[in-house]
């Protein structure tokens, strides 16, 4: 059933009180229950920062930049809703102020506003209503849900939150809902929960002329009726549509708590939209289970130089938890920042792994503590799995530890070395500019058969998600396959080399592309299952030995 674009119903979430409330959580959890009645439906994310995307920012700063299909360096929480709805996202679920005044003042020098003076209001409100539109005219969706980055009462969000008071008033209250999502602090002195913030940050919505129809109130202890009510009494909302959002122990509990509290229903009838089906859910319940009550446990080293914000490596640790529940196993990531390991200490720190990881990133710091943490799980044949900088870094291993081109290196790092194995792309060179301008989005990558990495993906043509600028550099490959280390996996139009294994080690793969960025609830992915699964052998003892590598190259 496709929808036309006025049938579409618009669902905004907005936070109050603090930030870091979890609104891509509710926003995803609440899509993921009307998706399960029946409904077409995407999250879209609104940024209030002048970026023009995330992919210019630190990961200390804002986290993990994900990477859609399409290749839009896209907000961390648009990997929350791939992985909650098992739907892809595109370039219109991520819009930031960069992008709206990027398009409206190149419409003015194009002389589009006739000599009129260009405004916040209309013209800025205007690009932010015409974006959070463009995903309801596609026909795909019956429901948007439009997360509103930043806190009420924040300068910079103030355009985003007129856009919506101009929603509401042009396509009428039936159109658009407004959730609110506020925090009730406990004061473990007095032993009550606190509703003055929410009803401060309600007021302050209100003054930017928008009354919000449902309320989330994060809190830690249960919210009694009387707090409900004098909530709802205050805030001008129904009392069902307070709505509990009591801490969760894992992320994914969140959707099956708000079905609890009828969030689900509570909008529907809100925006008078059929209940259709009960939530069908048990693949989610089961998914839940399996996470709370595994049955095996291992230990994984998770290499990086961004380890004191985890958020840096957020698709990474999620795939870790779903490619966990598929093997029934808690995957306890161990993460080690890779400056702190050296040739000296690498044995201490790692010889307890069951496998290791090396994850993805930019830059010269850190590097040598990656190789040799490579040398160690190549030597000691510990199950390995090195993503994007992580398979570079084997790259560069090999050629000095095995292939003995001793100042081997990425270009990136050292642009003099006598063997530059990672070489910059061609079509990189003339690039000046940073922002979007990596080798980005879905490539397609045939796998050879006999391989490793076959026996991973179970056929020939994938496709995966990239985001860099170094590759693998042919003319040394004939040369990395003579000595064990071969292209598994090949670009098939450009010949690059996207996959390396390792021929005479249990587990030893390196991917040019982005693994995590497509793993979810419902579609673990391949490699994080099957990587997971050779430290659960490790662990138990096992040692996969058997699996024979025929065929050596996929380059002619
Ligand atoms: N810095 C490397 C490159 O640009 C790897 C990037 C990454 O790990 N995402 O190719």
């Given at each position: 059933m496709s929808s036309s674009a006025s049938s579409v119903r618009y669902i905004f979430t907005t936070g109050g009180v603090?930030?870091?409330?979890g609104k891509g959580i509710i926003s995803a959890s609440l899509a993921k229950l009307l998706q399960a009645r029946g409904y077409r439906v995407t999250i879209q994310k609104l940024d209030p920062y002048i970026n023009v995307d995330p992919g210019t920012l630190n990961p200390y700063e804002h986290g993990e930049c994900y990477v859609t299909n399409d290749g839009t360096e896209s907000d961390l929480d648009l990997g929350h809703y791939e992985r909650f709805l098992n739907v892809p996202t595109s370039i219109a679920n991520n819009v930031t102020t960069g992008k709206i005044y990027q398009t409206v003042i190149n419409r003015e020098r194009e002389g589009a506003y006739l000599g009129k003076t260009v405004q916040v209001i209309p013209h800025i409100t205007d690009e932010i209503k015409r974006r959070i539109q463009l995903l309801g005219e596609t026909g795909e969706f019956d429901i948007i849900i439009t997360e509103i980055g930043g806190t009420v009462g924040d300068i910079e969000s103030l355009p985003y939150i007129e856009a919506v008071r101009q929603m509401i008033w042009e396509m009428g209250s039936t159109n658009v809902a407004v959730i609110h999502l506020t925090l009730l602090p406990y004061l473990s002195t007095t032993g009550e929960l606190k509703t003055k913030p929410t009803q401060h940050s309600v007021k302050a919505l209100l003054e930017y002329g928008v009354q919000p129809d449902i309320l989330v109130c994060r809190t830690e202890k249960p919210v009694s009726n009387d707090i409900r009510r004098k909530i709802a009494l205050f805030c001008n909302v129904n009392i069902n549509a307070v709505i509990e959002s009591i801490d969760a122990s894992t992320i994914y509990e969140v959707p099956l708590l708000m079905l609890k509290e009828q969030l689900d229903k509570v909008v529907l009838n809100r925006l008078k939209l059929p209940l259709r089906q009960?939530?069908?859910?048990a693949a989610w319940k089961d998914f839940l289970g399996k996470l709370k009550n595994p049955i095996h446990e291992v230990r994984i080293g998770l290499i990086g130089?961004?380890?004191?914000?985890?958020d840096a490596y957020k698709s990474i640790n999620e795939a870790f938890i779903h490619a966990g529940v598929s093997n029934e196993c808690q995957v306890k990531l161990e993460w080690i920042h890779s400056e702190k390991l050296d040739h000296d200490n690498v044995k201490n720190q790692l010889g307890h792994l069951h496998a290791i990881l090396v994850a993805p990133g930019f830059g010269e710091r850190g590097i040598e503590g990656k190789i040799n943490a490579i040398q160690y799980a190549r030597e000691k044949k510990i199950p390995f799995l090195g993503i994007c900088l992580g398979m570079q870094c084997a790259v560069v291993e090999f050629a000095r530890n095995v292939l003995g081109m001793k100042d081997a290196h990425s270009t990136e790092m050292?642009?003099?070395?006598?063997?530059?194995v990672i070489n910059m792309m061609e079509e990189q060179k003339?690039?000046?500019?940073?922002?979007?301008?990596?080798?980005?989005g879905e490539y397609t990558c045939s796998v050879a058969k006999g391989t490793r990495a076959y026996q991973v993906y179970g056929k020939s043509k994938i496709t995966e998600r990239h985001r860099h600028r170094y590759e693998f550099n042919n003319d040394y490959l004939q040369k990395f396959e003579a000595d064990g280390m071969i292209a598994s996996g090949i670009n098939p139009d450009s010949s690059l080399v996207e996959i390396i294994e390792l021929k005479n080690h249990p587990w030893f793969v390196g991917v040019q592309?982005?693994?995590?960025?497509?793993?979810?609830?419902l579609n673990p992915h391949p490699l994080f299952v099957k990587f997971v699964k050779a430290a659960l052998d490790r662990s138990h003892g096992h040692i996969d030995n058997k699996q024979e590598i025929k065929s050596t190259s996929l380059v002619d």
């Open positions: 603090t930030s870091s409330l009960e939530p069908d859910m130089k961004y380890i004191e914000l985890k050292n642009p003099e070395t006598s063997f530059p003339l690039i000046t500019n940073k922002g979007g301008t990596m080798r980005l592309f982005h693994p995590e960025y497509k793993s979810t609830v």
